[in-house]
């Protein structure tokens, strides 16, 4: 069957479609009672691991909201499944033995994400047929640098003292786990686009923790083979760096179909970086959703018209909705981003 709602892979694509296509990160999640209903019966370890409740989640922002895409409920460190690493999430993410040595390194395993991370795969099964062809399904990790920022600290950062440090003071071992962390996500999205995705975002949540010229040298490496060899399988591949105000000229080089822009530029100066012949993705303040109605409405508009400068426009927020999100203010975001 074809999609019913193309808007979404056609803006991708570079084309015009009849409306600004809208969805937004976190779509699942926290603000929507529904979400929390099913929550209040299982752990988010649980949830992740039940194919049946991944698709019910996945499906629910798309039946209330009328959103243009799906994106599969997951989190980004479920491949710690591959990489014999154990995170625990309470509810932020901890990993109780971190990664901060060559013999830390040594014990991981980095095995075949299919041998490992089968539930997502079916996940992605259920979402499709959840779904019913109504729009398409978007899969996703985190980038190399991400991934292995939670493997090193231990979870969250605000310095990122000990990633940092093993970069600048063991740049051949930093170098050698994102080179292991990359094997295992290509392998990991491969198998998502062969269980159903439509599209692939890679996060760079702590991608700004750099500097760019750090940056370039240590990381931009191993992100470009990333982009590089998803690209292959013919899905559009999204990188959303967070921060990426001092990283779009870096991002921009990358061959990633789009490009998603936080809130930390606004998207007419992004578009000026990366250049009108890109794609590019977003870009609302997540906490504008809490602003009065005709105060989100303007800040709607004007994003969507930022967005016909560049060749496509996919709108969303900067980053990941707020749990505390009034879900009447999506459902006007959605009303406002369709008809603008």
Known sequence: M??????????CAGRRPAHTPIWVMRQAGRYLPEYRAIRAKVSFEELCHRPD???????QPIDRFGLDAAILFSDILTVFDAMGAKVEFTPA?????????????????????????????????????ELDDRVPLIGFCGAPFTTASYLVEGGGSKEFMHIKRMAFAEPAL????????????????AGQVRAGVDALQIFE?????????????????????????????????????RGNASLLEQARELDADVLGIDWSIELSRAIEVVGRDRVVQGNL????????????????RAIV???????????NLGHGISRHTDPAAVARLVEVVHGA
């Not at 906490?287 to 800040?299: D, M, N, S, Y």
Request: aromatic share 8%; proline share 6%; with cysteine.
């Open 53 to 59: 409740l991944c698709a019910e989640v996945t499906r």
């Open 2 to 11: 074809a999609l019913a709602n193309t808007t979404f892979l056609d803006a």
């Open 305 to 315: 018209a930022a967005g016909r400068e560049a060749r496509g426009h996919v709108f």
């Open 205 to 241: 949540s702590w991608g700004a923790a750099m500097s760019p010229a750090d940056y370039r040298e240590h990381v931009l490496p191993h992100l470009r083979r990333l982009v590089g060899e998803v690209k292959q399988h013919g899905v559009p591949v999204i990188l959303f760096v």
């Open 285 to 300: 303040d997540p906490i504008a959703l809490f602003a009065p109605p005709k105060q989100l409405e303007a800040r709607a």
């Open 93 to 129: 993410p901890v990993v109780a033995e971190p990664v901060r040595s060559a013999a830390d390194v040594d014990r991981l395993r980095f095995g075949r994400a299919d041998d490992h991370l089968g539930y997502v795969y079916d996940a992605v099964t259920a979402c499709k047929k």
């Open 174 to 189: 930093f170098g050698r786990l994102l080179e292991s962390i990359t094997t295992v996500l290509v392998d990991y999205l």
